[in-house]
């Protein structure tokens, strides 16, 4: 029986490519449980092989629990300390007191149990192999054969009892698989589920992108080119910001290739996915015209607190800026990281001329100063009181007319402005025009006030997500209160046409 103990460990742990420790385990556990069911009791066995001749003894055993323990429940199993102690005098509490006991012969039954926990374990550790061989591999590409395909997604064959998972949300819309085609895919993670871990594969990360990227265009691997940014949305577009280390090295022409070839080569593996390359640029405003292409950008107004711009292209191309359903000022905004409000040439100057009407009525009123000089700072780019109080001279310089004591005359007005307006919190007090539109109630217009949107400019400026913050806010009346304050922009906008 030793020597067939023996037999059978060399020959699952050859056949089956695990180590012999994990096959011995498995006998000794099968040898336990077949040894409890000839005693017929509820007790602990331990079975120790000998590595070498491969003889074994069997103990029964009893784990070793404090008197006071209220987890001593099973006589069979568990004994108190202080009986132990008299048994065994060096005895701890946690350790076991053991008893030898014949032992079973490797037989049939034995045999039979140690296949089946042989056959576990055997499962574990080629789990716990594709574990250890893929761990240090998460984020490169891997190529598999695709095995089968269900519910879950599609299942890659790796090769050496290994297999990955392309879950449903991580495959290309709308690309088909066939059984035996091999199948390239980016290892995302490794994840823990009830039958183990498993593989992890994804088409649609945009690092799949970056890496079909490196194989086909050698500059990138080799540093000459870097990928700046990534945005895709899988199997319809892609935009990718690139940069060249070298000089004279035309980054994008390198990565699309001599006529288009090798692009081509990664828009086939992307189920004909189009790839726009585009020229990254450290200055944020150039880029992001060149992230908005085909689109021809007129005009951009940057507003760098919210690290949004507005974008104005010609009255005709709207459309083709926006792209369908949204899709290239999202990709464009995904790549570049900053917020983009697409408009119209018209619409964009229509918002132009009643922010500077706005910017013109607030100085008026609060610096108490005439059209003309009011005019002169819009002109010159002023947008609040704060600016006028506090910017360098530098900055009045280059204004017509204005000596020193005119400007040092409205940097104490602007001051005194911003005391005053802080004093009165006026910031905090819905004008008449925000109270009085159709659509808005006292309550709300409070609150609105409270966010420092004070009149129905304020509100026209706003977009629909932005209302849809406030409390019992619908995206219907958000969108009718937009609309609303926004009509005397349009009005305003007609009548000059």
């Known amino acids: 029986m030793s020597k067939e103990i023996l037999y059978?460990?060399?020959?699952?742990?050859?056949?089956?490519?695990?180590?012999?420790?994990?096959?011995?385990?498995?006998?000794?556990?099968?040898?336990?449980?077949?040894?409890?069911?000839?005693?017929?009791?509820?007790?602990?066995?331990?079975?120790?092989?000998d590595r070498s001749t491969g003889n074994y003894d069997s103990y029964r055993r009893w784990l070793v629990l404090d008197d006071e323990d209220p987890n001593f429940e099973n006589p069979q199993r568990q004994i108190l300390y202080s009986y132990a102690k008299l048994k065994k005098p060096n005895i701890e509490v946690g350790d076991y007191i053991e008893e030898e006991i014949e032992s079973i012969e490797f037989g049939r039954?034995?045999?039979?149990?140690?296949?089946?926990?042989?056959?576990?374990?055997?499962?574990?550790?080629?789990?716990q192999r594709v574990i250890d061989a893929y761990r240090d591999r998460i984020g490169e590409l891997i190529m598999g054969t695709v095995k089968r395909i269900d519910?879950?997604?599609?299942?890659?064959?790796?090769?050496?009892?290994?297999?990955?998972?392309?879950?449903?949300?991580?495959?290309?819309?709308?690309?088909?698989?066939?059984?035996?085609?091999?199948?390239?895919?980016?290892?995302?993670e490794i994840k823990e589920e009830g039958r183990g871990p498993r593989v992890i594969v994804s088409r649609v990360h945009p690092n799949f992108l970056i890496e079909l990227m490196k194989l086909e265009v050698p500059e990138i691997g080799q540093e000459m080119i870097d990928i700046m940014a990534v945005?895709?949305?899988?199997?319809?577009?892609a935009k990718v910001a690139v940069v060249s280390n070298v000089p004279n090295l035309d980054p994008v022409g390198a990565c699309v290739g001599m006529r288009g070839s090798r692009i081509q080569t990664v828009t086939d593996e992307l189920n004909k996915e189009r790839v726009d390359i585009i020229l990254w640029d450290e200055n944020i405003a150039t880029f992001v015209i060149k992230a908005m292409s085909p689109a021809?950008?007129?005009?951009?107004?940057?507003?760098?607190?919210?690290?949004?711009?507005?974008?104005?292209?010609?009255?005709?191309?709207?459309?083709?800026?926006?792209?369908?359903?949204?899709?290239?000022?999202?990709?464009?905004?995904?790549?570049?990281?900053?917020?983009?409000?697409?408009?119209?040439?018209?619409e964009m100057q229509a918002r132009e001329e009643a922010d500077q009407k706005k910017t013109l009525e607030l100085f008026m009123t609060k610096l108490d100063v005439d059209r003309e000089i009011a005019s002169a700072l819009v002109e010159e780019g002023f947008t609040s009181i704060d600016e006028v109080a506090y910017v360098p001279d530098e900055e009045f310089a280059g204004i017509e007319g204005f000596?020193?004591?005119?400007?040092?005359?409205?940097?104490?007005?602007?001051?005194?402005?911003?005391?005053?307006?802080?004093?009165?919190?006026?910031?905090?007090?819905?004008?008449?025009d925000l109270k009085t539109m159709n659509g808005m109630d006292d309550t709300l217009a409070f609150e609105l006030a409270k966010k420092g949107i004070c009149t129905m400019e304020d509100l026209a400026e706003l977009s629909i997500d932005e209302l849809l913050e406030f409390e019992g806010m619908t995206e219907e009346k958000a969108g009718q209160l937009i609309m609303t304050a926004r009509a005397p922009w349009f009005a305003e906008n007609n009548a000059e046409q």
């Open 8 to 49: 059978v460990v060399d020959a699952v742990s050859n056949e089956k490519n695990v180590d012999k420790e994990i096959i011995f385990s498995a006998v000794e556990a099968a040898l336990a449980t077949a040894t409890r069911k000839k005693y017929g009791m509820d007790m602990d066995v331990r079975v120790d092989i």
């Open 109 to 127: 039954i034995a045999a039979q149990t140690a296949k089946q926990v042989i056959v576990q374990k055997v499962r574990e550790a080629e789990r």
């Open 151 to 188: 519910r879950r997604g599609i299942v890659l064959d790796l090769g050496e009892n290994a297999e990955a998972l392309i879950p449903r949300d991580e495959m290309i819309p709308r690309e088909s698989a066939r059984i035996g085609e091999r199948m390239r895919g980016y290892l995302k």
């Open 231 to 237: 945005a895709r949305d899988p199997g319809s577009r």
């Open 296 to 346: 021809e950008v007129i005009s951009i107004l940057v507003d760098e607190d919210k690290k949004s711009m507005d974008i104005s292209v010609a009255d005709g191309k709207l459309s083709q800026a926006i792209g369908v359903g949204g899709q290239n000022v999202r990709l464009a905004s995904e790549l570049t990281g900053w917020e983009l409000n697409v408009m119209s040439e018209s």
């Open 403 to 432: 000596d020193e004591e005119i400007v040092t005359e409205l940097r104490n007005r602007a001051q005194t402005a911003l005391l005053t307006m802080a004093i009165a919190g006026e910031a905090g007090i819905p004008a008449d």
